[in-house]
C-alpha cells in the first residue's frame, strides 16, 4: 500500500507566540488554503524572554486552535533549535512567515536566506494576515494588557483570560 502522506503538502508555521493573536490565527487560516497540514511549531526560543510560560504560550495556541475550523489538517508541536531541522524532521516543503509591515521584511528576508542555505529544497511562503490584523503583534497586545487597556477582539479568550491574570497578580 502506498503512503498516502507523500502527495500532501506540509509547512511549519514558526514562532513564539507571547502571546497568540487574532492576527496568528488569520495566518493559520491563510495557510490553511496553501498547504493540506500545517505544523505550528511553538518555540522555546531562548533568545528571547517571554512574558508567558512555554507551557502556557503552548497550550493557549492548543486551545486556540481548538475552536477554530480549518481547511486543512493543523496540529501543534513544541520546538528549539534550528527551523531548518524542524522542517526536515517533519518533511515540510515550505515554512509559513508573517509580514505585517516593510518593517518586518528585512529580518524576515534574512531569516528565509539562512534557511534556504540550511535546507534549500524548503521555501519560505511569507503571507499577510487580514487587513483587521495587519497592526497586530503580541508586544501590541501585551503592551496594551499591561496598562490595563481592552484586547478582548485581539486575541481568544484563553489568552485575555491569562493576560489578565498575569497582569492582576503583577500589581
Known sequence: MADTNKNLSRAIYPGTFDPVT???LSLIERACHLFDELVVAVSRNAGKHPLLSFEQR???????????????RVKVISF??????????????????????VSDFEYEFQMALMNRKLAPDVETVFLMPSLSWVYLSSSIVKDVAANGGDIQDLVPGAVKKALDKKFKAGK
Do not use: F
Open 22 to 24: 487574532n492576527g496568528h
Open 58 to 72: 503552548l497550550d493557549l495556541m492548543e486551545s486556540s486552535l481548538a475552536l477554530q475550523e480549518y481547511s486543512c
Open 80 to 101: 528549539e533549535g534550528l527551523l531548518a531541522d524542524l522542517v526536515r524532521e517533519q518533511e515540510a516543503a515550505a515554512i509559513v512567515r508573517g509580514l505585517r509591515a
